[in-house]
């Protein structure tokens, strides 16, 4: 059975960085495509950085060049480096797992940017 569990938020300050984690068990992340998605209140999911199974990442417009996402294959882990935080990055982050046969959600966890 194929689960992820994010770590890594909490309360921040507008300028600060925070590291999200997501743990994954029952799968590896080096063979799996894994994504982080974050949800605000009143808006969509929205996809914020994916890396596939090749190495391949993506990143959304507005988050390019203040986020990276890296994978771990010993920990078995995907984390999401996010620093220049803005009060529009306030969110619920979601970690997710795709393959054929799975399409996996995390808990997630609260990000919020103070100003």
């Known amino acids: 059975q194929v689960q992820l569990v994010e770590s890594g938020g909490g309360l921040v300050q507008a300028g600060g960085s925070l590291r999200l984690s997501c743990a994954a068990s029952?799968?590896?992340?080096?063979?799996?495509?894994v994504a982080w998605y974050r949800q605000a209140p009143g808006s969509p999911r929205e996809c914020v950085a994916l890396?596939?199974?090749?190495?391949?990442?993506q990143y959304a417009n507005g988050v390019r060049g203040r986020i990276t996402i890296s994978r771990d294959a010993a920990k078995n882990t995907v984390s999401l480096q996010m620093n220049s935080l803005k009060e529009e990055d306030t969110a619920i982050y979601y970690c997710?797992?795709?393959?054929?046969?799975?399409?996996?959600w995390g808990q997630g966890t609260q990000v919020t940017v103070s100003t």
């Open positions: 997710n797992a795709l393959r054929l046969n799975f399409d996996i």
């Open positions: 890396i596939a199974i090749a190495g391949q990442i």
């Open positions: 029952g799968t590896k992340v080096v063979e799996t495509t």
